[in-house]
């Protein structure tokens, strides 16, 4: 009687546990659609995702892609992977599921918006709506990336003009300031932000500064910040 009533009570738990598993993944990709930049694909998306560890397939992933335009909403879209029921569905059943989130992913990462020179760039705005978001999110794993060179061209701030450019080098907390003051940012503690712009000779320069700037500024708040010339990420382990 004993014998049953522990069995019991460990299928209890582990159905307990598989019922309240953390969320793997929340991840948003910000594109840059004010300027010629050369945007994230699929592949290297997909780099975060190794499900060669099949232990990763049954928990659930976010993963949206929105566009930083010359306006503050810029359009969004997403893919979601469901966390599976390991005692409800097979490993094959659930692999087909994987492959159609993946599938999803590619199509979604593979819609390329219209770009070129604009006269505004809202580009802090959309960063700090997302990573706001991400850090209210229940996943292990939260990860913003931006593909962007962050030449903000505001009203409030631009990358371009030259008093604005002057305050930055020789000033920066008075740029953070006049950034947050459009939508302050909440505590990023577990966000990890990747940077990613392949600057070229042009705009290398202010490009420094600028990402400077937020990885000064996301750093405060308690996130991790990662700038390059492309996307290397870590692997990521179950919760």
Same mark, same amino acid.
């Given at each position: 009687?004993?014998?049953? /009533?522990?069995?019991? /009570? ?8 598989? +019922?309240? &598993?953390? %969320?793997?993944?929340?991840? +948003?990709?910000?594109?840059? =659609?004010?300027?010629?930049? %050369? ?31 010359? @306006? &503050? ?20 059943? !659930?692999?087909?599921?994987? *492959? !159609? ?43 913003? @990336? ?11 701030? =631009?990358?371009? !003009? %030259? ?27 577990? @966000? *990890? ?17 600028? =990402? ?7 750093? !405060?708040?308690?996130?991790? @910040? ?6 290397? %990420? ?6």
């Amino acid at each position: 009687m004993k014998t049953l /009533l522990l069995f019991g /009570l460990i299928l209890l738990f582990a159905i307990a546990c598989n +019922t309240d &598993r953390q %969320p793997l993944l929340d991840m +948003t990709v910000l594109k840059d =659609s004010t300027d010629e930049i %050369p945007h994230l694909s699929y592949e290297d998306v997909r780099q975060f995702l190794d499900y060669s560890n099949t232990e990763l397939i049954w928990y659930e992933v976010s993963i949206a892609q929105r566009e930083l335009t010359d @306006v &503050r909403y810029g359009i969004i879209a997403n893919s979601h992977l469901p966390k599976g029921e390991p005692n409800q569905t097979t490993e094959q059943q !659930r692999k087909v599921a994987v *492959k !159609r989130f993946l599938k999803e992913t590619e199509t979604m990462l593979g819609q390329d918006f219209q770009h070129g020179s604009q006269e505004q760039s809202h580009l802090y705005f959309g960063i700090a709506e997302e990573l706001n978001k991400l850090s209210k999110g229940k996943a292990h794993h939260k990860v913003l @990336v931006i593909s962007s060179n962050l030449l903000e061209n505001t009203n409030i701030f =631009s990358a371009y !003009r %030259p008093k604005d450019l002057k305050l930055l080098q020789e000033n920066p907390d008075s740029v953070i300031n006049l950034l947050n003051d459009q939508l302050p940012l909440e505590n990023l503690i577990g @966000v *990890k932000v990747y940077i990613i712009y392949p600057a070229i000779p042009e705009d290398h320069e202010l490009f420094v500064s600028m =990402s400077t700037l937020y990885k000064t500024m996301l750093t !405060r708040k308690g996130a991790k @910040v990662y700038i390059a010339g492309n996307l290397i %990420p870590e692997t990521l382990t179950a919760p």
